[in-house]
């Protein structure tokens, strides 16, 4: 089991940026969907919007957000209670299933500033997709010319879905299958085998040192 976050923000220091939108998925171990949890826009205030970098206005604004965060009901508290009652249904045992995502260490740093008590519940490991990119794009560069499933909406569950299905490219055409992977394993073992024979023990010698000789 795999829990998936996205959140929008104000910009990315989190100690004077605010959390915009959180959005949630679980997927199983191959990384298929099993539940999609809610997508929520939390309300800040105009005197926090307003000292957003022009970048993020901008972004904010092509994808509808800006005015759903001025339009949202919703607080913090109440996305951070909602959000952790999903995860508990679906990942019932606390810190036991990481958290999975883009840039994820951006959030965590996010969670645990505004909303620790969801940071504290996952486990302290992380799936990060950014990282498998950054391997894929030194050791395998032509796999990123197949990036036509990165649309960068800029919406957390877009960006949710948008994760799972570059993890599931890679996992597709870099990672080796099972077959592969113990063929390999033979192999090496083999190799480590004949690297490294093992010298049978003289008989006289063994005898000559053990305490009952």
Partial sequence: ????????????????????????????DELQIVA????????????????????????HTRSGLLDQIKASTITLEEAGAETLAFIREHAPVERTVPLCGNSIGTDRRFLA????????????????????????????????????????????????????????????????????????LAALKAESADADPVEPADASTASDASPNG
Avoid: C, N
């Fill in 1 to 28: 089991m795999l829990v998936w976050m996205d959140l929008e923000m104000t910009g990315l220091d989190h100690t004077s940026d605010v959390i915009v939108e959180i959005a949630t998925l679980v997927t199983d």
């Fill in 36 to 59: 999609e949890g809610p997508d929520l826009v939390v309300h800040q205030p105009d005197d926090v919007l307003a000292r957003m970098d022009p970048f993020v206005v901008d972004m």
């Fill in 113 to 184: 500033a505004y909303l620790p008590e969801i940071e504290e519940y996952l486990h302290y490991r992380s799936v990060d997709v950014s990282s498998v990119k950054e391997l894929v794009r030194r050791w395998y560069p032509d796999v990123l010319g197949a990036r036509g499933w990165k649309q960068g909406a800029h919406r957390a569950l877009d960006d949710i879905r948008e994760s799972v299905s570059e993890l599931q490219i890679y996992r597709d055409l870099v990672f080796a299958g099972p077959d592969d992977v113990a063929a390999r």
